[in-house]
């Protein structure tokens, strides 16, 4: 036993061994390169590859090592372990902005920076460079077109009326394990009342609780879920792309949340050159329309969030650690929870 | 001629009108302004000296008088000072001219003579002695209307021969008369002058007569 | 004109009085700019204490108790006010004792300076930045127990220096802009501060250098002693300049009249005089009584060049009228001893600017000695015209002339030539007339005239 933990200790010296946990992971580009940037990154493999692609492309010298995972995860492995990585790309901005606040974060001045808006970058330490709406999104077996809610009141409505009908068939995420679930929640509860009034109407009809979009985009996809609410569009937008007839985008009229993919050069980095490169091609996406339309990415410089109904955004800044205090967060989620608990019990 | 003269200084007064008086003039001398109004009213004069330094006023005021009420009787200033400046005040207030004291005698008979000859206008003043007609102011000598040109020593010899015609004028007297004391050229000068006047009066019926021991005298037939 | 010595200038008041203002200005705007750079620091500081305290009083408003236990509710306007106020990043911990109820562990708490304090700052260093810290401590009520808590809220410095380095901005700006305005004021005040010199200074200039009134306009008080002393000065001048014109009067009235007497009589005494012996004799009274009166005369004049050539009347004249006041008075003379005067002018309107009457005493002086040299039945001749830059009067005779060696010491004073011994005379007339061409900056040449008789030329500079 000794020996054992001997050698993990060991290896976690190197880095070798970590406590967070990986979702996946891959190598880009030239095998035997010297010149390797170590991403970690919330983004799935499939939404993302194309910008690697595209990177190593132009960057031929370069190796990318693009590992993924959730986004508490991510900010345990940056803010907690302190582990080796040159870039960190995540939608959780209120993670990011954390690890950006506590000086753990590397400034970087470019060209490409200056160019960000106002609210997209923040001390020159962390750096938004797409927008993310988000979205509901229905099932369309599930629905008549007539009676698809077009607003957040309308929806509560709509369930509370038709409880049985939409028991277990509603897919949010479970804000106790994803931290994008909770950002989008919490800023919910702020832009709106009618944020607790849906929660507990979803509670009462019965609602599935996903860690993650692709999940739930693919259980609406196959008719086994209503509707999710709070789904990222970026991810929603892919399978639309894919030509997915059951999946449809319903833009509500009162408000959507808009949030920014983040990223951020840790302080520990090692391969700071290749890191400044990476970010700087990740901020001028809007320099690659063709590439952006590939990924279905939708990139800040020069751009707007592109929606034709009133958007709450989220900007960068510290009043995003307001719900990561302790006590404030415990108190959200335990009020979720007694509001959610009401179908698992049941079920 | 007849002379007034204005001067407050006793003894110059008395010297200047015995000098005067030797060239057989006529003085009156009176030492203030008030005595020189009173006698220019009661008589005419032929030419005023004036000094300008008076007890009771200055010289100028008799200027001014007299020149006010139009009295032309010529004017000569005789004056210590010898700035030009008092020379053209003098003048502009109507001197006819300007003496600086101490002055020779020649130079108060040539200026005299200047004025006079300025003033007489037309007025011929002629001496006729024999057939030469004698212009004492102009110095100019014709015999039988035909001028001689003279030259001004030659003029004086003869003026002062012809002053007192049947005189003997000693040399030095006539030396006295021609040579203003700074000159005392050559005691034979005087011949040389009686030499070229008889030369000149060749065709004149007057004569100079050399008078041994005592001097030379002009004779008028 | 008379030789003018050139005052020793040493610096300008103008120059001074603009120096110096500018000087002040400058210390003035430097002064200006920390002062507003002080004040801009402590009021940036204090707004941003004042945000800082806003911020930690909603938060502490925000706890309350909850089954015996300190609650706290973050609340999100606290940030989100100081977020909007500057991109920095905020630190904050609730804390009972040492013990942290919510926030950052690390975060120093500060003690207030009295017990009864409502707040306490600090700046510290935290998380390898300088922070600005709050502390305030609020006693709460917990299930019947009075809890003392800190609630502690820091931010990082970005905004607050940022302000203060827009303050100093703008304050060096206005400073400059300060300066420069006040620079153009100094010199116009400069300006208008010595305007009553100035005027004094054109007024003085234009006089003419023999006018002695006093000066009388008004003047500016720390002048005015100096214009008192002027005009004292020039009064005492004035009276003095009088005095000595009075004393050659004086002088001359009372050397003259005695010598007329002395002349008038012994000339009278001439005639009388019977014997060659007593003629010789009153001869030598004569000549020595002449030349008495000629030196008296020529000591007088000389004097009065002097004296007249400290502050000449310099008017523009032609040299053809010059010569016409000067020759007038010698006709009679002249005719008297048998000599010719003529004039020959060799151009025509030839104008210099001189003192009329110095320049007729001078010319007169020569002449009278032409004249008094000369022997009957010669010509003194007066031609005048240009040669070069000058305009010239030749006086020339057929007197005795100057030997070579007397030409060189023609001007000395008292210098009588070799061949003039025998008739009198003092020598100072050559001076005098010397002395009245330098007035002009004028020439004098003496030369010989031809075989017989010298050439006096008195050259005077054009009037341009």
Known sequence: MRVIAAAIAFLTSFGWAQAFEIEDQKFYGFEDSKDVVKIIS?????????????????????????????????????????AEFDLVISSAMDLQMKIANDNLAR????EATQRLPEGAKWRDRVFAFTYETAVFLISRS???????????????ELVRQNTDRFSGRIGTYDIRISGLGYLLATQDSLSSQTYWRLTEVFGLAGTRLYCCSADMIRDVEQGRLAFAYNVLDSYALRKVAEGKPNVQIVEFSDFQTSIMRTALIPKNVKNEEAAEAMLDFLVTLADRPNLALSTGMNPIIEGEPKSKKLLSSVTLGPSLLVFLDSMKRSDFVNSWVSSMRIWQESN | MRFLLIED???????ITERLELDGHIVDGVSDVSSANTMQNLTSYDLILLDLTLPD?????????????????????????????????????????????????????ARVRAVLRRKRGDARNQIEIGNVSFDQLDGTLTIDGEPVTLRTQELRLFEALVDAPDRVHSKEHLMDRLFSFGDEGSSNAIEVYIGRLRRKLEHSNLKIETVRGRGYRILCP | MSVATSTPIKGSVQRRLVLQLIFVALILTVLFVLAVRLVGERIAQSAQDSALFAAAASIASSMHSDNGELQLDLPHSAFA???????????????????????????????????????AYATEEFRGEPVRILTVPRALDVEGVFTNVSITLAHTR???????????????GVGIGFFIVSVALCLLASQSALKPLKSLVNAIERRGPEDLRPVNREVPSEVAPLITALNSFIVRLSGSLDKAEEFIAEAAHRIRTPMALVQTNAEIALRFAETSKSRGKIREIIVAARESSRSASQLLDHATVAFRAENPQLAPISLSELIERSISRFFPIAEMKGITLTVSPTKSNVIVAVDSLLMQSAIGNVLDNAIKYSESDTTV??????????????????????????????????????KTESTEGTGLGLKIVSDALNVHNGRLEITKNGERGSCVSLQLPLHS
Request: aromatic share 8%.
């Open chain 3, 158 to 172: 970005q905004g607050f220096h940022s302000t203060v380095s827009q303050i100093q901005s703008i304050a060096t």
């Open chain 1, 107 to 110: 400034q970087h001045i470019s």
């Open chain 1, 142 to 156: 599930a629905f008549h077109q007539s009676e698809v809610p077009l607003s957040r009141r309308a929806l509560v």
């Open chain 1, 42 to 82: 919330t983004s799935d493999i499939e939404i993302f590859e194309p910008l690697l692609l595209a990177f190593v492309n132009k960057y031929p010298s370069v190796g990318v090592d693009y590992t993924v995972a959730s986004s508490q995860q991510v900010f345990k492995a940056v803010y907690d372990e302190q």
């Open chain 2, 57 to 109: 006023g200055d010289g100028r005021e008799v200027l001014r008088h007299l020149r006010n009420i139009n009295d032309l009787t010529p004017i000569i200033v005789i004056t210590a000072s010898r700035e030009i400046s008092e020379r053209v005040k003098t003048l502009d207030l109507g001197a006819d001219d300007f003496l600086v004291k101490p002055f020779d005698f020649a130079e108060l008979e």
């Open chain 2, 9 to 15: 200084n006793k003894g110059l007064s008395q010297a």
């Open chain 3, 381 to 418: 001749d007066i031609s005048y015209g240009v040669l070069n830059d000058y305009g010239f009067i030749n006086i020339s005779d057929q007197g005795p002339g100057f030997s070579d060696g007397d030409i060189k010491h023609a001007t000395e004073l008292f210098f009588r030539g070799k």
């Open chain 3, 81 to 119: 006010m100081l977020e909007a106020i500057s991109e920095d990043s905020i630190f904050y911990r609730v804390s009972v004792g040492s013990r942290t109820v919510t926030g950052d562990d690390e975060l120093s708490v500060i003690t207030p300076a009295s017990p009864l304090a409502e707040r």
